[in-house]
């Protein structure tokens, strides 16, 4: 079990949303780059790095997160607003191990076509998932899309994997939902990655059982609920 630190970049500050209400920002850091050396220091060998200022389209944190990738210590996944091929292709060429897409990812299946074309298992595709439909634009809109539709169309792709995101579930520390995962797992051949609720140890031996091949934690590290040298199993 793969586990990935997250850091979400809010106006340049290290911060974990509640249920994606960007309202409701905890800010957890003004200096998101201790953040990354302290989670290097621990024994992150990936980190998920969101610019949810990017991800809905009100400005951006490009300089931190170029700082981040330019590290050759950890893997960098970078999600976040990434919406064209020049996006897609920045990011790697800047040292991103792997992008994610989400809007992009649901809403435009021929760019994200062309880039796995492209860049083969260097894209994630984020399935974020309120009330039984994808979330996009930030978690802001809901799309009229059935999940086995979106999955059935990605697994012909040569993605990295699917991040799935449950978002009622994000920020809140309740547990995970087994219940969506189990879901995706029977439709998708694809790795899935699980976000959203997980608050400790147990939560990530259920979700390994359960079938995802990595977790990304945020507010439960955060929070100190759990420790990263816990999560590893160190």
Sequence with gaps: MLVIPAIDLFGGRCVRLVKGDYNLPTVYSETPLEVVDEFVHAGAVRLHVVDLDAARGTGENRAVIEAIVRRNDVEVQVAGGIRSDEAVEAWLSAGARTVVMGTAAVR????????????????????????????????????????????????????????????????????????????????????????????????????ASAGAEAVILGKALYEGRITLDQALGN
């Design 108 to 207: 435009d299946p021929r760019l994200l076509e062309r880039c796995t074309r492209r860049h083969p298992g260097r894209l994630l595709t984020a399935l974020d998932v309120r009330d039984e439909k994808a979330s996009v634009s930030g978690w802001t809109e809901t799309e009229p899309v059935m999940i086995g539709s979106l999955l059935a169309r990605w697994d012909k792709l040569d993605l990295a994997g699917v991040i799935l995101t449950c978002i009622d579930r994000d920020g809140t520390l309740s547990g995970p939902d087994l219940v969506t995962l189990a879901r995706v797992r029977s439709m998708t051949g694809l790795s899935v990655l699980y976000s959203g609720g997980i608050s400790t140890f147990d939560d990530i031996q259920r979700l």
